[in-house]
């Protein structure tokens, strides 16, 4: 995470410094674009620590900087302007819009949408991907995630139809309803309300 931030401020530094002529890559500027999780996360941390003031929620800022500085490789701290808004307008985005890039496997075959990363496989980072976080999730997602060299490629995994949303899977689905819910809300802030979950929940209610 620490590497994938760091990466972001020195592509706008470098951007500043003209020193990116090929426009045709992502700038700081799409990272922009996507959603800050940072009220969202507030509010859920503030809600599970203070169960009793549901309605009355403060909101301050200033996320420290200092933890991530000492992650920095030696002589890139001082070539870097680090401020709280800076750092917070990546950390924010970073949280629930990256992408884990696994190293590829001997046989990529072998990954199947069902399967997904296995254990065996390492993750070697994190990356940001402005068109690709535009996905929205499903449990039963219809487009499953490859990665291709340096490339995010989607793929369908069925037939989809006229008017029906593309969706794909944040994370491992494998689990019961109940316990993806938790990892959905704890790591992207919201409770899964997809068709699965909702047929999952309906069979759970009436087995009880």
């Not at 592509?11 to 990116?20: D, G, I, P």
């Not at 924010?92 to 696994?102: K, Y």
Request: aromatic share 10%; with cysteine.
């Amino acid at each position: 995470m620490c590497r994938l931030i760091a990466a972001c401020l020195v592509r706008k530094q470098c951007e500043e410094a003209s020193l990116y002529p090929d426009i045709s890559i992502p700038s700081y500027k799409d990272l922009l674009t996507i959603q800050d999780n940072e009220l969202s996360h507030f509010r859920i941390q503030y809600r599970a620590s203070m169960p009793t003031h549901r309605n009355s929620i403060p909101y301050t800022k200033g996320q420290p900087v200092s933890a991530f500085l000492k992650y920095m490789p030696p002589g890139i701290e001082p070539r870097l302007e680090y401020s709280h808004e800076l750092f917070r307008s990546v950390y924010f985005r970073e949280m629930s819009n990256s992408f884990g890039i696994w190293e590829i496997p001997k046989n990529p075959s072998a990954i199947t949408e069902e399967q997904g990363v296995t254990d065996d496989l390492e993750l070697l980072g994190w990356g940001i991907y402005p068109m690709a976080v535009y996905f929205n999730h499903s449990c039963d997602a219809n487009v499953i995630k490859l990665r291709r060299d340096r490339n995010m490629v989607f793929v369908a995994r069925r037939t989809i139809q006229k008017g029906e949303e593309a969706c794909i899977s944040y994370g491992s689905v494998g689990e019961g309803v109940k316990e993806r819910r938790e990892r959905l809300l704890e790591h992207y802030h919201f409770v899964c309300a997809c068709d699965r979950c909702c047929n999952e929940e309906k069979e759970e209610k009436c087995r009880l």
